[in-house]
């Protein structure tokens, strides 16, 4: 198990030290610095303060790293986004909620006929519609353990809906109806509460080179929270009164100090600031190391200011645009030829630096999103220093795939 409870201070990553580290490696390949890993984990910490942080394994995808981090003081339970990886993980790991509602019938059997992984799993609901779904999947069984999503997103006036859509249940009343519905039915068991507020924790409210923005982002954010905090103890409250709840989630990489600060949530979610992808560079409040990193191999010169690196089309999921493609690192200099980007197969670069490189050498990208880059290699290499001290297998590794 990865040890990550060291001190670490914040430096820059050492980029040409990163390469030398694994000069034996063939790309395409990825990589973790230890530094950096350790120090956004404890900056993690720090920020949430004495609340909890659930760790969301769709930013990590690495059984390996999950439990490092889970043997960390302040981290507790996983956040899963599919009810099969959750079962897979439950298999060693006593907490598991599904952040997302599933409609996978095999798996909702086979967590049904299991007391164990039903002890160990939390599902996902928002409607009686769901409810439904699970009675006609598996009519006979022990109490299924569930938990309420409710809606998180901001209303605005000036902008309409801010955030992203999840669950239907707003107000306090719709999330009492639906836990006065949870309760009266056999089969199943409330045990919490969740509400993901991605317009805070998963919008960067300091774009570079757009201060305005910036500044309307944050007055947005600042204003959506002070009414989520009031709408959320609310429905809390409301649904406290019909269950115990064990826990109540809320938050994300980027609003761990503004969630931890509601006093209706026992603990935040936080995932993908612990890997540093360059989503998550446009912060103002915090700035987390680029932990996380991929090389790729320059295979070709079709012309004398440029190379042409194998492969490179991981683009993140979420709205097309710019900045779901990976960012060129080191050399520094280099950028995207504007008809080609990132390729399945090739992506040229050009650049002052794209002149020096030859055939063999590597060249290093950080991906936007922090867990999808393992669905593209078999095991991250951990940097420490000017060497390469282990590797850990990512879930594509362990051969899973869950979406």
Not at 100 to 115: C, Q
Not at 314 to 333: E, F, H, M, N, Y
Request: glycine letters at 8%; proline letters at 7%.
């Amino acid at each position: 198990m990865i040890d990550l409870s060291l001190p670490a201070a914040h430096l820059p990553v050492d980029w040409p030290e990163v390469d030398k580290a694994t000069a034996d490696l063939d790309p395409p390949f990825g990589t973790v610095h230890l530094g950096a890993l350790r120090h956004n984990a404890q900056d993690m910490v720090r920020r949430a303060g004495p609340t909890p942080i659930r760790v969301a394994s769709k930013s990590i995808r690495s059984r390996e790293l999950i439990a490092g981090l889970l043997a960390l003081p302040g981290y507790r339970g996983v956040l899963a986004y599919t009810l099969a990886e959750a079962m897979w993980l439950a298999v060693t790991l006593d907490d598991v909620v599904v952040g997302y509602p599933t409609a996978d019938r095999a798996a909702l059997t086979e967590l049904a006929l299991s007391p164990e992984l039903a002890a160990r799993v939390t599902l996902m609901v928002d409607s009686v519609e769901q409810l439904d779904f699970i009675d006609a999947v598996v009519p006979q069984r022990e109490p299924l353990r569930v938990c309420v999503e409710i809606d998180s997103s901001y209303r605005s006036r000036l902008l309409g809906h801010v955030g992203v859509w999840r669950s239907p249940i707003r107000q306090a009343p719709e999330a009492a109806a639906l836990a006065r519905e949870i309760v009266r039915r056999p089969g199943f068991t409330l045990v919490g509460m969740m509400g993901y507020e991605a317009q805070i924790a998963g919008l960067g409210n300091a774009p570079r080179g757009k201060p305005l923005m910036g500044r309307i982002l944050r007055t947005v954010q600042k204003r959506s929270m002070a009414e989520l905090i009031e709408r959320r103890s609310a429905a809390v409250a409301a649904v406290r009164r019909l269950a115990e709840l064990e826990f109540v989630n809320g938050g994300g990489t980027g609003s761990l100090e503004a969630t931890a600060s509601d006093p209706s949530v026992t603990e935040v979610t936080a995932g993908s600031g612990l890997l540093g992808p360059h989503l998550f560079d446009n912060y103002a409040h915090f700035h987390p190391a680029p932990a996380a990193a991929f090389a790729l191999s320059v295979v070709r010169r079709p012309a004398p200011d440029r190379v042409t690196l194998l492969g490179g089309g991981w683009i993140a999921s979420g709205p097309p645009g710019p900045d779901r493609l990976p960012q060129l690192v080191w050399p520094a200099g280099l950028s995207y030829v504007a008809r080609e980007a990132a390729g399945e197969v090739q992506t040229p670069v050009t650049g002052a630096a794209a002149r020096s490189l030859r055939v063999g050498d590597r060249v290093w990208l950080r991906h936007t999103k922090a867990g999808e880059v393992c669905e593209h290699v078999d095991e991250l290499y951990i940097v420490d220093g000017p060497a390469v001290v282990g590797a850990v297998r990512t879930y594509r590794g362990e051969r899973k795939v869950f979406l």
